[in-house]
C-alpha cells in the first residue's frame, strides 16, 4: 500500500481549511484517510503560530512507514526541521510568457524608433 502524507481540503467556498493526513495515495483527496497529523489554515498570516500544527511524533512515524510526502507537505515538514531541505531547480519560472516576451519586443522597437527620430532632428541641427 502506497501511503502519503498530503492535504485534505475543508472549509467553505473561498475559505480554505486543510488538514494534514496520512492517507493511502488511491484515496482520494478530501476522501478516506488513516490518521490525522495536523491543520493548515492558509488564511492566517504566515508568521503565525497557527497555521500549521503537525504532531511531529506521528509524522516521524508515517515517515518511518515510507509514507511519501506531497510538494507543500514537505515544504511545511522542512520549515518544521523534521526534513532536510531539498534542492529545487525550476528555470522556467522566471522566464515571461509568449505574450509578454512580444509586448517587451514591441516596447523595444517603439523605444528605438523613438531615439532614432530624436536623434535625426539634432544632427539635422548640427549640419546647418
Known sequence: MAMKIRLAR??????PFYSIVASDSR????????EKLG???PLLPKDSEDRVK???ERVQYW????AQPTDRVSRMLEAAGVLEKKERNNPKKAVPGKKAQDRAEEKA???AAA???????AEE???E
Open 10 to 15: 475543508g472549509g467553505s467556498k473561498k475559505r
Open 27 to 34: 484515496m482520494p483527496r478530501d476522501g478516506r484517510f488513516i
Open 39 to 41: 491543520t493548515y489554515n
Open 54 to 56: 503537525m504532531d511531529l
Open 63 to 66: 515517515l518511518g512507514q515510507g
Open 109 to 111: 522597437a517603439k523605444a
Open 115 to 121: 531615439a532614432e527620430a530624436a536623434a535625426a532632428p
Open 125 to 127: 541641427a548640427a549640419e
